[in-house]
Every structure is written in C-alpha cells, then in structure tokens.
C-alpha cells in the first residue's frame, strides 16, 4: 500500500523567478534540474529528509502541459497535486479500485537531469480528479536506485535550512467527505480530528511517512449546495534553528512574520509573507 509522502508539485508559469523564491525559503540549491521529457515539462526539485518539493512548468502542447496551464491561467501558481509513494504499484492501484477508486493504469515515465545527464524511472498512476474533489493525486513506485538522487545541499549551512517537510494543507467544504477518501478509500492512517469551536475551525490530521495532510474545515450550518471542490493550499517545513532560519529568509530578500508560538504545544512558527511560489508558507520548530 502507500508509504509515504514521495513529492508536493507546485505549479509555476515563472520557473526561474520560483527557483530562486524556493531557494531563498528552503536555503538548499536543488537535487535535479531538468524535466520530463514525454510530458514536455520543466521541473526543479528539492529532496528533503522526508519527502520531495518539485517546481513542474508546461514548455510543450501536451495534456500534462495544457492542464498546468489552466491551473496557472484560473489560479495562478501554487500547490498542484501530491504524489503518493507505495512499493508495489499494481498492488496498490488494484486496492485502492476494491476500495471504489479509478486510478489510471500505472505508466512508465522518464526525468532527466541537465545538469548530470543522469535519468530517473519511474511508475506513476493517477486518480480521477472527480472522484477526489478536484484534488490532483498520484501514485508512484520508483523504479530506479535512490541514490541516484541526492539530498540538497543547504546554501549557508544545516542550522539555518530546511531539513523536511511537516505538513501540507488541504482546504475543505466537506471535512467528511475528505475523511472519507483519505482514511477508507486510501488508507492512510487517521491521527487526529479535532474541532476548535474558537477559530470556528474542524482540522483533521493523517500521518503518512512522517509527514501530515492537514485537513482544514470552516464550521457553518448545513447547507442544501453541494460542497465546492477542496483546494491544496499551503506547506508547513521544519527547522532546527528557527532564529537562523528567519534571518536568512529575510537576508534573502524575503518578508516574513514575527515568530510566535505555534498552535500546537512546544512549537514556534513564523509565516513567510508574499506567498513565495504562490504557496502559503510556515516554517516551524519543534522543541
């Protein structure tokens, strides 16, 4: 079955002004630069302790590259789609159709590296945005050795950079119907559901693979509409030394809030304004 968080992809019409943004927030320069060549895609990514984070843009005129576009052209930038990682992708995918899925028939894609030369293989399936309320996920099993992706390598040393990811944020209208796709049609595993009657908010929280999918939900009175589609949003990172962290990003050129407490015990959070990448981004620090 899945397991783990393999990449966030943002989308971006703009990749050298994202890469140099991306840079600056993660303070690490990039594993690979190059792209996909059958989908006609250029991408830069960043390979962090616990998952990917991937800029994709569309170069070519294929249906990969024309449904960035539109991602682009009606949202602007921003976060696109995850990408589930799982050992067995006919295994997996025959799971998820038992569990009332239609994901894609697993394929066989191909990255290349400019930079090196070097190639990636890898098999990758897609659920039917419909049937996951707008929500891009795909599947993939890696079929190439690990090692042939290196870790980035932090820009002004590991104290004062990005190590991993901690959370991604999904926005919903309809937190049981997300319950739903991820607990009993995915099985990923359910580590919290909490409502905060305060900020008039309902969150739920999966683990997978060390990292989270946060699940955040407007409480309001029943409505008779049907729910909007739900909405990727924002990335939440970890760091060791928040303090380091935040002189740098600002160093850099880019604004950031004070930092504050988190909204968990024993975490403190600052936000990096301006959206960088089109992403709502937090940095965090766990005691």
Same mark, same amino acid.
């Given at each position: 079955?899945?397991?783990?968080?393999?990449? &966030?992809?943002?989308?971006?019409?703009?990749?050298?002004?994202?890469?140099?943004?991306?840079?600056?927030?993660?303070?690490?320069?990039?594993?690979? #630069?190059?792209?996909?060549?059958?989908?006609?895609?250029?991408?830069?990514?960043?390979?962090?302790?616990?998952? +990917?984070?991937?800029?994709?843009?569309?170069?070519?005129?294929?249906?990969? +590259?024309?449904?960035?576009?539109?991602?682009?052209?009606?949202?602007?930038?921003?976060?696109?789609?995850? #990408?589930?990682? +799982?050992?067995?992708?006919?295994?997996?995918?025959?799971?998820?159709?038992?569990?009332?899925?239609?994901?894609?028939?697993?394929?066989?894609?191909?990255?290349?590296?400019?930079?090196?030369?070097?190639?990636?293989? !890898?098999?990758?399936?897609?659920?039917?945005?419909?049937?996951?309320?707008?929500?891009?996920?795909? &599947?993939?099993?890696?079929?190439?050795?690990?090692?042939?992706?290196?870790?980035?390598?932090? #820009?002004?040393?590991?104290?004062?950079? #990005?190590?991993?990811?901690?959370?991604?944020?999904?926005?919903?209208?309809?937190?049981?119907? =997300?319950?739903?796709? !991820?607990?009993?049609?995915?099985?990923?595993?359910?580590?919290?559901?909490?409502?905060?009657?305060?900020?008039?908010?309902?969150?739920? !929280?999966?683990?997978?693979?060390? !990292?989270?999918?946060?699940?955040?939900?407007?409480?309001?009175?029943?409505?008779?509409?049907? @729910?909007?589609?739900?909405?990727?949003?924002? &990335? =939440?990172?970890?760091?060791?030394?928040?303090?380091?962290?935040?002189?740098?990003?600002?160093?850099?050129?880019?604004?950031?809030?004070? &930092?504050?407490?988190?909204?968990?015990?024993?975490?403190?959070?600052?936000?990096?304004?301006?959206?960088?990448?089109?992403? @709502?981004?937090?940095?965090?620090?766990?005691?």
């Amino acid at each position: 079955m899945l397991t783990a968080l393999d990449r &966030i992809i943002i989308a971006t019409g703009d990749l050298p002004r994202a890469q140099r943004e991306m840079i600056h927030v993660l303070g690490r320069s990039p594993s690979w #630069v190059g792209g996909y060549p059958g989908d006609q895609t250029e991408s830069v990514l960043w390979k962090l302790d616990n998952l +990917c984070i991937e800029l994709l843009a569309p170069v070519g005129d294929t249906a990969v +590259c024309q449904q960035l576009r539109e991602r682009i052209d009606s949202a602007g930038g921003g976060v696109y789609a995850v #990408v589930l990682a +799982c050992e067995d992708i006919a295994a997996t995918t025959q799971e998820i159709r038992e569990n009332g899925l239609h994901p894609t028939e697993p394929t066989e894609g191909l990255t290349k590296d400019e930079p090196s030369g070097a190639y990636r293989r !890898f098999l990758q399936s897609e659920l039917d945005p419909s049937e996951t309320a707008g929500i891009r996920i795909l &599947i993939a099993e890696h079929l190439s050795e690990p090692g042939e992706l290196s870790p980035s390598l932090s #820009v002004e040393g590991d104290d004062a950079a #990005v190590f991993a990811g901690d959370h991604v944020v999904i926005m919903t209208a309809a937190p049981e119907r =997300a319950l739903a796709l !991820f607990a009993d049609m995915l099985g990923i595993r359910l580590a919290l559901d909490k409502t905060f009657e305060g900020r008039k908010t309902r969150l739920i !929280f999966f683990r997978l693979g060390g !990292f989270t999918i946060e699940i955040g939900a407007p409480l309001k009175d029943p409505s008779d509409e049907p @729910p909007a589609n739900d909405r990727l949003w924002g &990335i =939440a990172y970890k760091v060791n030394n928040i303090e380091a962290t935040a002189d740098r990003i600002t160093r850099a050129g880019l604004e950031t809030t004070k &930092i504050r407490d988190g909204n968990k015990s024993g975490t403190r959070v600052f936000t990096v304004k301006n959206e960088p990448a089109g992403v @709502p981004t937090l940095v965090i620090k766990h005691d």
